[in-house]
């Protein structure tokens, strides 16, 4: 059996499509848990016309926020695996059973997502969204940003009551990275290199236009993570490592900053030599990839990027070469296809 879980506030528009691409599911052993988070504008009447059993429908008395909803639909889950679809986001119909199919023959592996389509607020596809496939990679991305799409997610549902896996109700926003963050140095995680998931960007989505509320609570997360590795993080520590994960904008004083950012990736991999957090060469390649990245999106140009990753090469003392890995993960406008 496996548990889907939603949690729906105002989603009249798109729930209909989420709910509708789980009843297509090729894999026919699942049952839906949707909790209305007290919405208003008719979301509950949408969920309450349908008459099929496999839908469990609950409602809070009152707005109590997403955490809060989904912990409570995953209470009440009896599949053994936990499959999370997002009100607005949709699925293709043999998602479930390629992720169960996978965790039946990787019993090591405690969560799988997939890669993504993102689409418009039509459901039309605008990009594929490629992200790292196997643990130690996606462990090491993880640290520099959130590596798994909320809806593409399955997990055995025994790992995470064992390992306390519930979302933190004091988070207004992030709940997702901050519940990855943990979930990734408790079990190994996979990502299927298929595209099963449909993640809809709808105008005002907060993930499209990060709120100060988001960025807080990612910056929260980063922290915690940062303890890992043995820092108390410092205020120039903090910024340095959210240029370094791409949470600030380009600022005409960046190219001045640079040099700080490439001490700072010199930082993290020695500090990760003494604590073994991570596997040294993946941490590296990620570091490295991550850098180039920051680079590219603070436009330094070909030569000053070039001289700035050899002399991170250099500071690090290492020969690894990751780049050939950028065309696994680099995204694809399909506006241009």
Partial sequence: MVSVITA??????????????????????????????????????VLSSYRDRRLKLLRNEQRSGPAYSRNKAIREASGEYVAILDADD?????????????????????GVGTYIYETDETGRKIRAVRFPIYPGQIKCSTFFRCSFVHSSVMMRRSFMV???LWYDETYPASQDFELWSRAIFA????????????????????????????????????????????????????????????????????????MSV????????????????????LFANEILLRFLK?????????????RLMICLHWRMRCLFFPYFQLFQRLSINLNNV
């Fill in 8 to 45: 729906a506030y105002n989603t009249q528009g798109y729930i209909t499509a989420a709910l509708d691409s789980v009843f297509v599911q090729t894999y026919p052993h699942f049952e839906i848990i949707v909790v209305d988070d007290a919405s208003t504008d008719g979301t509950y009447e």
């Fill in 90 to 110: 949709f699925w293709a119909p043999d998602k479930l059973e390629k992720q169960v199919s996978f965790l039946e023959t990787h019993p090591a592996s405690m």
């Fill in 162 to 164: 064992e390992q306390d």
């Fill in 187 to 258: 079990g190994n995680f996979h990502q299927l290199p298929r595209y099963l998931t449909f993640y809809r960007k709808n105008p005002g989505q907060i993930s499209a236009n990060p709120s100060e509320v988001q960025q807080n609570n990612a910056m929260r997360v980063y922290r915690n993570m940062l303890q890992k590795l043995g820092y108390k993080p410092s205020e120039k520590e903090l910024a340095c490592h959210l240029r370094l994960a791409g949470m600030t904008g380009y600022s005409a004083e960046e190219k001045e900053k640079s």
């Fill in 262 to 281: 490439l001490e700072w990736c010199v930082d993290l991999y020695k500090k990760n030599l003494d604590k073994m957090v991570f596997r040294p060469y």
């Fill in 294 to 306: 920051y680079c590219s999106d603070n436009s330094f140009g070909f030569l000053r990027t070039l």
